[in-house]
């Protein structure tokens, strides 16, 4: 073989070799992942398997995995599990529209403002500090329906961390920047729209990512008050009627949900993170 030939092989060679490297690089990515999620099957299904032979507990034999997956794919198939998802969906983002509609204008005012952070912090903390739960009976009185009684109880667990990060975000900017843009005559609607929120965006997306986990947390026992739709509902109608394959199978397909809001969370944070690392 020439020595042409050799360095066309070769070339050959290395950019194959080079067209495998993603895929090896996304493979090597999966692997931590791959092993966390192996261990909680095994795990899980250790668990059905001593459930399924303790004859105290074999009535509960259906949340192990097999079961479990089964009820997943007829949920699915049947299209049943997409109407009870959708109407979860409506009232986390609508709780969370107004988290974020409440809770960046306020923590732009009390970040800004150290005299309104001194006289709200306490009140706004105090507040925080009940659990969203707790405004059950208030939003069932208040409200005229079901659907804006969860939404209300949603609002209150979304806009304390949207609120407390977006002051976080105002009072880490360096006045300076304020000092220059007054020098230069820009105006309070100009800072805002050029110094402040694209400062305070990754702070601001952070809190977001906070009010998505608590919000997904608390729908589940919120859609116990008497709606006939979402995940917590079907919930508590699986539990009901002893469909324990059922109820594991949607419990599944709240963490995949969580998991999904949580990773879109993560990426717009990294988005928006304008800083150099």
């Not at 979860?88 to 732009?108: E, K, M, Q, T």
């Amino acid at each position: 073989m020439s020595s042409t030939q050799s360095s066309h092989a070769l070339q050959s060679m290395s950019s194959s070799s080079n067209g495998f490297m993603p895929l090896l690089c996304w493979l090597a990515r999966l692997r931590y992942p791959a092993i966390g999620i192996t261990t909680l099957l095994a795990v899980w299904w250790a668990g059905g398997y001593i459930v399924a032979n303790d004859p105290d507990m074999w009535a509960f034999a259906n949340f192990a995995p097999a079961p479990t997956f089964h009820a997943l794919y007829d949920l699915v198939a049947s299209g049943s599990i997409w109407p009870t998802i959708l109407s979860s969906l409506y009232r986390v983002l609508v709780g969370l529209f107004w988290g974020v509609i409440i809770g960046v204008p306020v923590g732009v005012l009390i970040g800004y403002i150290g005299t309104a952070m001194k006289i709200a912090n306490v009140p706004f903390q105090f507040l925080r500090m009940i659990s969203p739960l707790a405004w059950m009976p208030i939003a069932v009185l208040a409200f005229a329906s079901w659907d804006a009684a969860i939404i209300f109880l949603i609002v209150m667990a979304t806009v304390w961390p949207i609120m407390f990060s977006t002051a976080h975000g105002v009072r880490r900017i360096d006045p300076n920047w304020f000092k220059v843009a007054k020098n230069l005559g820009a105006s309070g609607p100009q800072m805002l729209r050029r110094i402040i929120l694209p400062a305070i965006m990754t702070d601001v997306m952070a809190g977001i990512r906070l009010a998505v986990g608590v919000a997904w947390v608390v729908l589940v026992p919120a859609e116990y008050l008497g709606v006939t739709s979402g995940l917590g509902y079907a919930i508590n109608d699986a539990r009901d009627t002893l469909a324990y394959d059922t109820l594991a199978a949607i419990v599944i397909v709240i963490g995949v949900i969580g998991y999904g809001l949580d990773t879109i969370c993560s990426v717009l944070i990294k988005r928006f993170n304008w800083h150099v690392e």
